[in-house]
């Protein structure tokens, strides 16, 4: 379950409403769609849900704040100020039924700890009001190096404003088919039910697609009826099916929109220049060190000098392989984390920790001499005392495993 709000700000949410000073019927909407237009600060939305007996019941309740102020009743710590403050939709309280359960379900937790930047969060709340019409209806396409945060990003977002998405991982031999329809077995009997895109459009939901240029080639012109909210159909449907407002598409590749990648990848295919005429295009660039030290900062580790050149390491190496192609491996964000993780749970534990946490997250290097021996020369460079050369690194690198004798243990010798 996504992080909810204490009963005090929902109390407080639902006064700054009553104190708009607005009549109910101006200050409240009650609907199954999202309703579409610009509306005063604090308007309420009751978001329901039509039963199977055709009436209506409230899964939860959105009111229509500044970016800021969600910002605020969610808890941020980070500059506030420095992100836009346009209206969105922000979801505050919930029903206890199973409608409600299931929209829950489907937010994600948020990452306190993650650090958007300010100008992927102001495009992506303009795809999320523009309404799904012919000609107006727009997507979001984000590409750049692996881990420069791009899925993140929509995650944060949507879970700061308590949305609810469908999330679809694209791969190399996907069918269209599968996107649409999930086929199982459960006891010798086959059975079908709605795939990711289906799922998405019937409940009125966002469809975040993570690795989209790995989709099939056909399957990306079929984004431009659901982007512009047309009617269209499925071979296997017996109806039409329509997107509806709360229906947005949030893209993600390696892949520009000229069809060059980016980083060590290579996408299915260029994508459809029809769809891409469709989507905002959003460029995340690469890791440098200003970012790399805000994601050690963020999670939780001093940024001492040590950090600050283990940051500086991970920077070069992945220039080195951006423009050089020396290198086959690039480091993330998740990279570099896990490096300082493995560094601090291991210092004092083997002899060269900061070696030993490189060779657990670049494993190129274990198997190719030439990477490795251009990687001890960044880290010569970057991390190293400038005394030692690649000679002396690559002597600790072949003892970087050695276990330090623990004072407990010495202390258990001496006393034998």
């Known amino acids: 379950m996504f992080n909810s709000l204490s009963k005090e700000t929902i109390a407080a949410i639902t006064s700054a409403s009553k104190a708009t000073g607005l009549p109910d019927e101006q200050r409240v909407i009650s609907s199954v769609e999202m309703p579409e237009g610009v509306f005063p600060a604090y308007t309420i939305w009751r978001m329901l849900e039509k039963t199977a007996d055709g009436s209506e019941s409230i899964v939860g309740i959105k009111a229509y704040i500044p970016f800021h102020d969600a910002l605020k009743y969610r808890g941020y710590k980070g500059d506030i100020n420095a992100m836009p403050n346009k209206m969105v939709w922000f979801a505050f309280a919930f029903n206890q039924n199973a409608a409600a359960v299931k929209y829950q379900q489907c937010v994600q937790d948020l990452d306190e700890s993650f650090r958007p930047e300010p100008r992927h969060i102001n495009l992506m709340i303009d795809v999320l009001s523009q309404p799904n019409t012919p000609g107006y209806g727009r997507g979001y396409y984000g590409w750049g190096e692996a881990g420069t945060g791009k899925t993140s990003t929509a995650h944060w977002l949507t879970a700061v404003l308590g949305q609810a998405i469908i999330q679809l991982n694209c791969k190399p031999n996907m069918e269209v088919e599968e996107m649409f329809v999930s ?101 995340y660039t690469p890791l440098d060190q200003e970012k790399a030290e805000l994601i050690v900062s963020s999670r939780g580790y001093d940024l001492d000098d040590l950090a600050k050149k283990i940051c500086s390491f991970v920077v070069k190496i992945n220039q080195s392989v951006r423009e050089e192609h020396s290198l086959s491996e690039m480091i993330s964000p998740r990279g570099l984390t896990a490096i300082m993780q493995s560094i601090q749970i291991n210092t004092g534990v083997v002899r060269n920790p900061v070696l030993y946490a490189i060779g657990t997250v670049m494993g190129s290097i274990l198997e190719d001499k030439e990477s490795l021996e251009k990687v001890f020369a960044i880290y010569a460079l970057t991390v190293a005392e400038s005394a030692k050369d690649v000679r002396e690194i690559t002597n600790e690198w072949e003892h970087r495993y050695e276990i330090l004798e623990s004072e407990a243990n010495s202390t258990e010798q001496k006393g034998a």
């Open 183 to 283: 086929h199982s077995a459960h006891d010798g009997k086959w059975s079908t039910c709605n795939g990711p895109i289906l799922q998405a459009l019937e409940n009125d939901w966002p469809l975040v697609i993570d690795e989209m240029d790995l989709a099939p080639g056909e399957f990306i012109p079929a984004l431009n009826n659901m982007i512009e909210g047309r009617q269209f159909s499925v071979s296997f449907l017996d109806h039409m099916i329509k997107a509806r407002n709360g229906f947005k598409v949030f893209g993600f590749g390696n892949t520009g929109g000229a069809g060059l990648e980016v980083g060590m990848y290579n996408g299915r295919s260029q994508l459809d220049a029809s769809s891409l005429d469709r989507m905002y295009k959003d460029y």
